[in-house]
């Protein structure tokens, strides 16, 4: 079973998703240029609104991160055990399970942790403290060759007792945090402990075409006498204002077997999912452009089997406000709907269970609220 989230949302001058020169994302669709918001950012603004949105409970998260050394470390000191010494142990242990940590204490990769995972290892550290600090002691280097970094990966994994490595590869895994059950997790080097993401979420186009613009400002020193006129400093943004279509659909049936089959924690997890991709908006140059712009509609299908509809294509030919009685948002909303209602003519529209949209365009909007939990009660 699918579920389904289509948004259109227009955002104010804003630069929410920067590329690399500082420019706002964009991307040619369609023949022609629109503003872009990528999909790693959008799942970011995601999970920040499921911690700051209170919509998971934390020990139901996960955190991804190179610092796991430093973050279990952290929770031994407050255990007592001393600070460097955890550290040490905590990068041992995590050796049991092939996670090297290199530089500054980082793991080789950002790692994503769920929560109870997390304090899994730090009881993992405490009840074999002593067999892990004695492993701490520096080895003596062998001249000759040196070793590839995946000999040194498997030297370190044996060197940690067999019963201390069972533990920590076991406990990989045997988490429920929501976010990881969503999102998915890849560890290059435990390719069995790989999470299949059960959603998946598109880049934001903008429905109509979108050409750069360039903000130049200047600021001045509040100390400098009157009478010296000039700024101190001065430079150059470039933002865009864009419609954007947005997409993301949630399979619930994997999310439910990534969630140990629990159908009823899955149910919450997809509450939480819909809420928080309303709700995310990136952070990108927010302080100097407060793009705090809710989304104009909203629709959730829910589907109970086929395939998933990625509706931007309705958005081919660029959305042109030119009727004065309709904005671009509204002529959005009636291009997404006329598209779709051509794709269930050609297709069916057996699988739908549901269709529900709250559109800011109608005299009696839906509540967003009712949607949700009309959403979350169609699934079994």
Same mark, same amino acid.
């Given at each position: 079973m699918f579920v389904e989230l289509h948004i259109i949302q227009n955002f104010a001058p804003s630069c929410l998703?920067?590329?690399?020169?500082?420019?706002?994302?964009?991307?040619?669709?369609?023949?022609?240029?629109?503003?872009?918001?990528?999909?790693?950012?959008?799942?970011?603004?995601?999970?920040?609104?499921?911690?700051?949105?209170?919509?998971?409970?934390k020990d139901q998260l996960a955190v991804r991160t190179k610092r796991i050394v430093d973050e279990i470390g952290g929770r031994l000191a407050a255990r007592g055990k001393d600070l460097e010494a955890a550290k040490q142990v905590v990068t041992v242990a995590l050796a049991g399970a092939e996670l090297?940590?290199?530089?500054?204490?980082?793991?080789?990769?950002?790692?994503?942790?769920?929560?109870?995972?997390?304090?899994?290892? #730090?009881?993992?550290?405490? &009840?074999?403290?002593?067999? @892990?600090? +004695?492993?701490? !002691?520096?080895?003596?280097?062998?001249?000759?060759?040196?070793?590839?970094?995946?000999?040194?990966?498997?030297?370190a994994k044996e060197s940690v007792p067999k019963a201390i490595r069972d533990e920590m590869t076991g406990i990989l895994g045997s988490g429920k945090a929501a976010d990881l059950a969503l999102f998915g997790r890849m560890l290059a080097d435990m390719p069995e402990k790989n999470i299949d993401a059960a959603c998946q979420v598109a880049h934001a186009l903008s429905t109509n075409e979108v050409?750069?613009?360039?903000?130049?400002?200047?600021?001045?020193?509040?100390?400098?006498?009157?009478?010296?006129?000039?700024?101190?400093?001065?430079g150059v943004v470039e933002f865009t204002s864009a419609c954007f279509y947005r997409y993301a659909v949630v399979n619930a049936d994997l999310l439910a077997g990534n969630?140990?089959?629990?159908? #009823?924690?899955?149910?919450? &997890?997809?509450?939480?999912? @819909?809420? +928080?991709?309303? !709700?995310?908006?990136?952070?990108?140059?927010q302080n100097s452009m407060a793009a705090f712009n809710p989304p104009l509609y909203v629709m959730a299908v829910v589907r109970n089997g086929g395939a998933a509809w990625n509706l931007a294509?309705?958005?081919?030919?660029?959305?042109?406000?030119?009727?004065?009685g309709k904005d671009i948002g509204e002529l959005s909303v009636e291009r997404l709907g006329a598209h779709l209602a051509k794709l269930e003519a050609m297709y069916g529209a057996d699988s739908i269970a549901l269709k529900i949209a709250s559109s800011s365009y109608d005299a009696k909007p839906t509540p967003v609220a009712d949607?949700?939990?009309?959403?979350?009660?169609?699934?079994p």
């Open positions: 998703n920067r590329d690399d020169t500082n420019s706002p994302k964009d991307c040619v669709f369609g023949g022609y240029r629109r503003a872009r918001v990528s999909s790693q950012c959008l799942k970011r603004a995601m999970r920040m609104q499921f911690k700051e949105g209170n919509l998971i409970p090297k940590v290199v530089e500054e204490g980082k793991t080789q990769y950002l790692l994503y942790v769920g929560e109870d995972e997390l304090k899994k290892i #730090a009881d993992v550290c405490v &009840a074999h403290w002593d067999e @892990l600090l +004695a492993l701490t !002691a520096p080895k003596a280097e062998v001249e000759g060759k040196k070793k590839k970094a995946k000999e040194e990966k498997r030297e050409a750069m613009e360039m903000d130049f400002y200047t600021a001045v020193d509040d100390l400098k006498p009157n009478d010296n006129q000039g700024a101190d400093m001065m969630m140990g089959s629990d159908k #009823a924690a899955a149910k919450r &997890a997809v509450e939480a999912f @819909l809420k +928080a991709a309303i !709700a995310a908006v990136p952070t990108g140059k294509n309705a958005f081919m030919k660029p959305v042109r406000p030119l009727d004065a949607l949700v939990k009309q959403v979350v009660e169609t699934l």
